[in-house]
């Protein structure tokens, strides 16, 4: 294999034996990555890590698709969930066709767009609006913040369980009826991992590329908390990235090259964050050794 195999032993494993690796740039790499940890790659421009982490690990097929979290849908007698939506006939409003406004072609005139007479912009007919739960219709639960839903639909259990992990990804604030494409690229991925923090991640492994990039330090914060959970259920995360308070966050380093390019390819320093940090090999380490303060 030329992206360098994989060892898998006969007994429980508790790394994935990385040997030979020469993809790209890589120099017959030959590192162990601990199994159930965050392992930051870390390394200057063209030292690898992208090398190390996507084209060896991830191409080897270790990682299983994300799935999109599936639409908030309410069962009742008889209703089905298309009832409740605003692209079906058997729950749009009749006289806009869900869209909530009507376009007015007026001769002469630019288009005009007027809230639609009928539902006064709520998407939905009559029959669907008059179905309330909680006190609540179907056009006021998708106004409502995740977080604000946590709380409405505290006593329902289903609820609660679909929207909590939304919350603990640091997403809470976005409206129920958020139209998917209107997510940022960093949100999209913390709403697909949310998806997954409910169904056992045994024997699953994460690469994320840079998922820091474009974060507030708080939001930093929140991604090692959804790192954690995802370890808790038994998955095991790569992530490459320079920022100090992920890496320091990580339980195990794997520093690429010394430098990048031809330069690159070699592993300068492995351990701990406190372990490479205190590695002369390295070149993260003076900056995370600043980051992590005195011993
Ligand atoms: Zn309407």
Known sequence: ????????????????????????NLRDVDVDVPLWRTVAVVGVSGSGKT???????????????????????RRRKRWKPGHFSFNTREGQCPTCLGLGH?????????????????????RFNDATLAVRVDGLTIADVLGLS??????????????????????????????????TP?????????????????????GVLYVFDEPSTGLHPLDVATLAGVFDRLLAAGATIIVI?????????????????????????HIVAVGTPEQVARDPGSVTGPWLAEHLGPP
Not at 59 to 69: K, P, V, W
Not at 152 to 178: C, I, K, N, Q
Not at 182 to 202: D, H, K, P, T, V
């Open 241 to 265: 990235d320079h920022d100090l308070d992920l890496l320091a966050a990580a339980d195990h380093l794997i520093d690429m090259g010394p430098g990048g390019g031809p330069d690159g390819g």
């Open 102 to 122: 009507i376009d007015l072609d007026v001769q002469y005139l630019p288009d005009i767009t007027v809230d639609c007479p009928t539902c006064h912009g709520a």
């Open 51 to 73: 090398s190390l982490a996507m084209g060896t690990l991830y191409a080897e097929g270790l990682h299983r698709f994300l799935e999109s979290l599936s639409t908030y849908s």
């Open 146 to 179: 995740v977080d604000d839903a946590l709380e409405h639909f505290a006593d329902r259990s289903p609820v609660t369980a679909a929207l909590r992990p939304v919350s603990e990804v640091g997403l809470g604030y976005l409206r129920l009826g958020e139209p």
């Open 1 to 24: 294999m030329a992206a360098g195999d994989i060892a898998v032993p006969e007994t429980l494993p508790t790394v994935i034996a990385v040997r030979g690796a020469r993809h790209n």
């Open 182 to 202: 209107s997510l940022s690229g960093g949100e999209s991925q913390r709403l697909r991992i949310a998806s997954r923090l409910r169904s056992s991640q045994r």
